[in-house]
């Protein structure tokens, strides 16, 4: 059955905009009759309808894959870090504060643990050598507690090297 514009807005409840819209992208060329237009509605009807079903059909889709593919990798994600191979940054970072805190701790007792042993020497390099002692004591004690927690080092094959190009 052939019907105008108009009789296909008042069957679909659509814009005349999107009934020329929808059926010139799907191809679809009307018959002119006249001065207006005419549309077989076995041919009309299912363009009109169906690409409203299709394109949220095809979102959906899309949504749906790229939700399966976002658990997917938070999946990924979960077991790297059961195996040991990742850390959370919050972890490192409140490692490294503490060791930072340490080194700064230890930085500013400096003078006032030197300063017993050093008031009786009498000679620069003597001074200079208690001072030495003091500062390399104070890094013994960082490298000692410093690093990574066990947990956070990685087995030998996920040690990542990078040489210089030569």
């Given amino acids: 059955m052939n019907v105008s514009q108009i009789e296909l807005r008042e069957i679909t409840g659509m814009s005349i905009q ?6 010139r992208k799907a191809g679809y060329e009307a018959e002119r009759v006249g001065r207006e237009m005419q549309y077989e509605t076995k041919d009309a009807l299912p363009i009109l309808y169906g690409a409203q079903n299709r394109a949220s ?50 930085l500013l007792n400096l003078a006032q643990k030197a300063a017993p042993t050093v008031a009786p020497l009498m000679t620069v390099p003597e001074v200079q050598e208690e001072i030495d002692r003091h500062i390399h004591e104070a890094l013994q004690d960082m490298a000692d507690a410093g690093g990574l927690p066990e947990h956070m080092v990685p087995e030998e094959e996920d040690v990542i090297t990078w040489e210089p190009a030569a």
């Fill in 18 to 23: 999107t009934i020329t819209g929808r059926l």
């Fill in 57 to 106: 059909q095809h979102n959906l889709e899309q949504e749906r894959a790229r939700l399966a593919s976002n658990q997917a990798d938070k999946e990924a994600l979960r077991v790297e870090e059961m195996r040991g191979k990742l850390v959370q940054t919050a972890d490192v970072l409140a490692h490294w504060q503490d060791v930072i805190g340490a080194c700064r701790a230890k």
